[in-house]
């Protein structure tokens, strides 16, 4: 689904391309924040978006739900953003969301099954034009599995998202809500993102959401630079966001 300012909701047909992209970034700096939202349940959540709404080009958001409040800041911060529903509960959508100021050029979407209790995660995949005559990045939203007894389909999960970017040439950013809580979770994923040539970004003063003493959100990217990256610290959810500067290479 596509929420844009000044428009009614859509729903994004697969394969359906923009041809007229415009670039994402007017230089060469690139501004995320990657937020797992808590489904919006706290009073401070849309004020702290608001804060970062116009000095980020991009939100990557997990538990983002389609409440009033957010469609009301996508279409007050004149935005465009594409979720991906897991699922639905009295018209309200929820899932992965990624906000930027530009239409993606094209976006897929995935979803996985919780194993146990049977309700979806979901992923999104967007691709944005850069610069003239530069290449696109391609950029991954996550929620991963979290109830399983195994680690099959959290393994299942993972590899299906970095197999649709091994083809990309040109940058790539993959961020989310991994929910690697286990040792076996954790190796899987640093052993995947090993093989596909990606880099973490490693926070200096780290104030990630843990669970059983491990890191649950990550960012992770390919031919880009790092200029700073932090964790800030609120209330606003019960994950703190990431907040990440790079440099278009």
């Not at 194993?115 to 991954?140: C, D, F, G, H």
Request: glycine share 2%; with cysteine.
């Amino acid at each position: 689904m596509r929420y844009q300012s000044g428009q009614t909701a859509k729903l994004v047909e697969p394969n359906e391309m923009n041809f007229l992209p415009t670039s994402i970034v007017d230089s060469k700096r690139l501004s995320i924040l990657v937020w797992n939202i808590f489904k919006q349940k706290r009073s401070e959540c849309i004020h702290f978006l608001d804060t970062y709404a116009n000095t980020t080009a991009l939100l990557l958001l997990q538990e983002a739900q389609t409440t009033p409040q957010l469609i009301n800041f996508i279409h007050r911060n004149h935005k465009i953003a594409d979720q991906v529903p897991a699922y639905t509960f009295k018209d309200v959508y929820s899932g992965v969301m990624t906000v930027s100021n530009v239409t993606p050029i094209n976006a897929i979407g995935f979803k996985e099954k919780e194993p146990l209790i049977r309700i979806p995660k979901s992923a999104l995949i967007t691709q944005y034009q850069l610069l003239e005559n530069q290449k696109t990045l391609l950029v991954a939203n996550i929620h991963a599995v979290n109830f399983s007894l195994g680690i099959k389909i959290y393994n299942q999960q993972i590899k299906l998202l970095l197999n649709q970017l091994a083809t990309h040439e040109g940058p790539i950013i993959l961020a989310g809500d991994f929910n690697s809580w286990s040792r076996q979770r954790l190796h899987i994923l640093y052993r995947l993102i090993r093989m596909s040539n990606l880099k973490m970004v490693n926070f200096t003063s780290d104030m990630r959401k843990t669970f059983m003493g491990r890191p649950l959100d990550f960012v992770f990217y390919r031919d880009l630079a790092i200029d700073q990256a932090k964790i800030i610290h609120t209330d606003a959810s019960d994950h703190n966001p990431l907040l990440v500067d790079f440099i278009i290479n």
